[in-house]
């Protein structure tokens, strides 16, 4: 018998694989959960630009808020219309309507474009004191509705819901 182990054991080896092998397997989820990370902050700033934009557009054609509410919320939402643009001899837009009518229909083709959906709810107050107006985009399973009665809804009484994927907007 020998009294001095020379080299390495097999269970030395395989408990280092194995050791390894949990460490690379946590890079692993690690690395997974910041791809998730990454998609769902890139889906929140799409969202949001989509919100900002049509708030800017209601801002600038403030007068036509019920239509573009109108339009946003409509149960089957249009995303053709006459074009605003002027190209070459083409008659631009030249009543609110018109323009209330493109622009729904570009914020509605963007927001499918993206997979995502969009509404003009009015915003839930506790107070009863104030009326707000708000801008939902949600996407992936969530629907942009308030209602605590279904679970893929994105808000109940405007506070999120568990597993929500959507932003809120208030407009002023």
Not at 2 to 28: C, H, K, N, P, T
Not at 61 to 88: D, F, H, L, P, W
Not at 132 to 154: E, F, H, L, N, Q
Request: charged share 15%.
């Amino acid at each position: 018998m020998r009294a001095a182990q020379q080299g390495v054991g097999m269970i030395e080896i395989l408990v280092a694989l194995l050791v390894l092998a949990i460490g690379v397997l946590g890079f692993s989820f690690l690395q997974m959960r910041a791809i998730d990370a990454s998609h769902e902050a890139m889906s929140k700033l799409q969202a949001m630009n989509l919100a900002r934009d049509l708030s800017e557009k209601i801002r600038a054609n403030s007068n036509a808020y019920t239509q573009y509410q109108a339009r946003i919320n409509a149960e089957t939402q249009t995303t053709t219309a006459k074009s605003c643009v002027q190209k070459g001899t083409t008659n631009p837009c030249v009543q609110a309507a018109d323009f209330t009518h493109y622009d729904a229909a570009q914020i509605i083709k963007n927001a499918n474009g993206l997979g995502m959906s969009i509404k003009m709810p009015n915003c839930q107050v506790s107070n009863n004191l104030q009326s707000r107006r708000c801008i939902y985009v949600a996407w992936g399973k969530t629907k942009p509705i308030d209602d605590a009665s279904a679970k893929d809804a994105c808000t109940h009484v405007g506070s999120y819901l568990p597993k929500a994927q959507c932003i809120v907007m208030e407009l002023y």
